[in-house]
């Protein structure tokens, strides 16, 4: 295996994170400065606001990764940063950061697709578990898909939204409940003491044997429960929503995941993005996947979330493939990973 030391920056949202890895696992260093503070009380992240902070902290958290892991510019193999999707002007400081210490530094830049950093999470820990194929179901703040993994950097989407992504339902939930943000989080806890089959919503399964989903007619119809609710005075249990919301919007992942790995006869499966913290997803997911003789994997829950810990896991791939940018690299907001996939696969 091919050695590598990789600096790894993420600011593609409201974390500044910077890590250390080294061999695609071995974590040196690992820090993130989260803004949700900020934006908690807008209800959702304020771009601009998010761009400033990143700008204020981005030099400083670099030069602590580097003493934590006791090391120079100098001893490093790489830089890589995440440079899509997410927020432009917040990519766009770890992009230029990032460029400056690769040109100052004379090392390799490396560019990685966020969610691809997500997938990668896995790897962090399960390196030497992980057998391809797999299936990955990826469910972020944008995106919800089913994704076969055939090698490293080899992927085929099997199922992707249709609309919104299950963290959006997630946090719009939250917000019209009035319980905070980030919604996912909080509806995860508040569910540990609701009844999950007080109230039946609607899963969308879609046509058979399709592997998309569709968030926005659970998301209506939650959203429209409350304001009925509320309309005629009723008392809403609040813990109660969470549960059975929570139940519909994991139950039909879990489905969708386990019949892809059954359909392509695969064994391993992987989460990944901010929801595979979802602790109903983990136990619910689990259980089925072994009951049909699949191994199930999560990144660690402090690398559900963003972090740069999982760029840099991924970086390594690319540079033992030599999958260099270069000094004209740009920051691309809106790139899904499908997308992302395909213009692989074209190239
Ligand atoms: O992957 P991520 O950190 O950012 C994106 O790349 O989009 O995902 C953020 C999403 C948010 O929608 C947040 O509400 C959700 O992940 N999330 C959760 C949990 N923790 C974070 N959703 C459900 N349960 C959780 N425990
Ligand atoms: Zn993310």
Redesign the pocket.
Known sequence: MDKTLILAIES??DETAAAIIEDGSKIRANLVSSQIDLHQKYGGVVPEIASRKHLETINLLIKETMEEAGLEFKDLSHIAVANSPGLIGALLVGVSTAKALAYGAKKPLIAVN??EG?VYANFLQHKDELEFPLICLIV????TMVVKMTGHGEYEVMGNTRDDAV??A??KV?RTLGIGY????V??KLSKEGNEKSIDFPKATLEKGSFDFSYSGLKSAVLNWINKEKMLGNEISVADVCASFQKAAVEILVEKTIAAAEQENVKTIITA???S???K?RELLKEEGNKRGMKVFFPPIEF???NAAMIGAAAHYKAIRKEYAGLDLNGVANFNFADYIKKGKEE
């Open positions: 593609s949202c966020h969610i997500h972020s703040g944008g995106h963290g959006e997630f946090d939250a980030p919604g996912g989080p509806i995860d993005g901010g929801v913290a979802n602790s997803l559900c979330t963003d």
